[in-house]
Nanobody, 122 residues
Framework: QVRLVESGGGSVQPGGSLRLSCAAS????????IGWFRQAPGKEREAISC??????KKDYADSLKGRFTISRDKNTVHLKIVNLKPEDTAIYYC?????????????????WGQGTQVTISS
């Protein structure tokens, strides 16, 4: 079992920035993919980015490239978001998948955190 705990969410004005963190613990193994996803009110969950904890390879959803940066520090993965917009309001989740895999397909991730709320409003 892998336990994931997100942090760093909150209320921010448009144009601001946030850094979300996802701390993984438990049976993390030597390599995992950790992905960030978000679900806005009334919308389906969408993938943002993912990273391999060992090799550091990254991938981003094509529609969200540019304002999101993923990084890792051992088994903690960060997602920095800049120039926040009201449409970034969502619950942000991290998810983990064991093995040297890099994928944005949420159905492949068996472990999920509880999510952290991000609200962008003036």
């Amino acid at each position: 079992q892998v336990r994931l705990v997100e942090s760093g969410g909150g209320s921010v004005q448009p144009g601001g920035s946030l850094r979300l963190s996802c701390a993984a613990s438990g049976s993390t193994g030597s390599d995992m993919a950790i992905g960030w996803f978000r679900q806005a009110p009334g919308k389906e969950r969408e993938a943002i980015s993912c990273i391999q904890t060992y090799a550091g390879k990254k991938d981003y959803a094509d529609s969200l490239k540019g304002r999101f940066t993923i990084s890792r520090d051992k088994n903690t993965v960060h997602l920095k978001i800049v120039n926040l917009k009201p449409e970034d309001t969502a619950i942000y989740y991290c998810a983990a998948l064991s093995g040297p895999i890099l994928t944005l397909k949420e159905e492949l991730y068996p472990y999920w955190g509880q999510g952290t709320q991000v609200t962008i409003s003036s």
